[in-house]
């Protein structure tokens, strides 16, 4: 498999070389292009033939990505598809070398065959960070490329580390994080605009996104025209 | 007829795309409705109805402007109404384009642009209207994206997703089709692709404006009642 980036930050999109019989999972909705010989199946689950079914359908649409999968073989020789991103933007390649990743739901694109992945309910302090309820788990050896709303930038983190709800693509296993404050007291933090943060502790590495597409969002909502109720 | 090949620059690309062209006196340029951001005080505008109401029902406005550089050369500085990529290319009186109906951004006077009726079914199931913009001729043409152009060598087929097609060359057919089995084209998300024949070149877009319209949803305010 050969995976390239083009047109990195800001238009980007990525194409996939497949040999012959190789397959890639991708979200549903990303395929941009494709040669002829590939053959799709739709899942609802990651692994081609496993468990999980409904309810792991239905824990991803809560997880803001779609619904399901499409896995792409390559069939009788090497073939190539182009995956896009819906909101402008950045996507990386992560190479799994056994270490697991967390992944902001609504970031994942595709997958190669052998890293496995399962959703993951990250608890009410989810709800209050702005983040999604879901984060995706990625495990196993192989390729995932994710994606972000503007530039994607690592940030490796010994001891501990605060990041505004709203920037946090994916992190290692190694960290976790909890709610905090900003500033020195509550006042001032939710005064100061920056409201709840994600305190991050342990070791590893954290891939944050430069722009937040929910503050965005909100910053043309008053020129979008309103739903009637 | 004599014609020139346009001097021009394209800068900003592929997120920002727009194109300065350097008009010999004289010269005329052909520049889709409203796409003029600049230009030099000496050019003359004049608004043409191009392909009446075929034109009008392939969504793209039904006015073309010319802009013919008088007394000296002149520039015009010409910007899409979408942030993305500007694609040239210059026709020599043989090749065929074929454009997806918002795509059209400026081309010589030599050019000829028409509007083509792509049928019921391939227009309206492709989502991206019943019309496809057909240039030939000769002289320069423009053409420009949402998101990054890329550019396909096809030689035995290809398959894009209708929301991602820029345009293509004569000698490339196609059907509207679905992805996979039955199940895919329910439930994929892929929703319908535009299945290529034959060989030439294929220009796609690397981002769709579906998803993002899909993403501004629920920041819609809403009317208090």
């Known amino acids: ?229 | 007829m004599e014609h020139h090949k346009f001097e021009y620059t394209i800068e900003g690309a592929p997120d920002y795309a727009f194109v300065e062209v350097k008009l010999p006196q004289n010269e005329t340029l052909k520049v889709e409705a409203s796409s003029m951001a600049t230009m030099d005080t000496n050019l003359e505008m004049k608004t043409k109805m191009k392909g009446g109401l075929s034109r009008f029902l392939s969504g793209e406005s039904i006015f073309i402007n010319e802009f013919t550089a008088r007394n000296g050369s002149g520039r015009i500085g010409i910007a899409p109404s979408m942030p993305g990529d500007i694609k040239h290319l210059h026709l020599d009186g043989g090749q065929v384009v074929y454009l997806q109906n918002s795509a059209y951004l400026a081309s010589g006077v030599n050019v000829v642009v028409e509007t083509k009726f792509q049928g019921l079914m391939k227009g309206f199931f492709s989502g991206e209207g019943l019309f496809l913009i057909k240039c030939s001729g000769t002289g320069d043409l423009f053409f420009n994206s949402y998101g990054a152009i890329i550019e396909l060598d096809v030689n035995d087929g290809y398959i894009v997703d209708t929301g991602n097609i820029v345009g293509f060359t004569e000698g490339l057919e196609y059907d509207i089709t679905k992805v996979g089995g039955y199940k895919s084209l329910f439930l994929s998300g892929e929703g319908l692709v535009a299945k290529f024949r034959g060989s030439g070149k294929i220009w796609i877009q690397t981002k769709k404006v579906s998803p993002l319209i899909y993403w501004a949803n629920p920041f819609r305010p809403q009317k208090g009642s």
């Open chain 1, 1 to 229: 498999m050969n995976i390239e980036f083009e047109y990195r930050p800001g238009s980007t999109a990525v194409k996939i070389t497949l040999d012959a019989q190789e397959s890639i999972t991708a979200e549903g909705g990303a395929m941009i292009a494709m040669s002829p010989n590939m053959d799709i199946q739709t899942t609802t689950q990651k692994n081609k033939g496993g468990g999980g079914g409904l309810l792991s359908g239905v824990k991803r649409m809560f997880a803001q990505e779609s619904f399901f999968f499409n896995h792409f073989t390559a069939k009788d020789h090497s073939g190539t598809i182009y995956l896009g991103t819906s909101l402008p933007g950045d996507m990386i390649n992560l190479e799994l070398t056994g270490k697991k990743i967390f992944v902001q739901g609504g970031s994942y694109v595709a997958s190669s065959a052998d890293v496995h992945m399962e959703t993951r309910w990250q608890g009410a302090k989810n709800l209050l960070s702005g983040e999604s309820l879901f984060w995706i788990e990625l495990s196993g050896h192989g390729n995932a490329i994710i994606n972000a709303f503007g530039v994607i930038y690592p940030i490796d983190i010994d001891g501990e580390y605060i990041i505004d709800t709203g920037h946090i693509v994916a992190y290692e296993e190694g960290l976790n994080f909890t709610l905090s404050k900003a500033g020195s007291s509550w006042m001032s933090s939710i005064l100061g605009g920056e409201g709840i943060v994600c305190l991050f502790k342990g070791k590893g590495r954290i891939w944050c996104q430069s722009h937040s597409s929910t503050t965005f969002g909100q910053q043309i909502t008053p020129h979008l025209k309103a739903i009637k109720k």
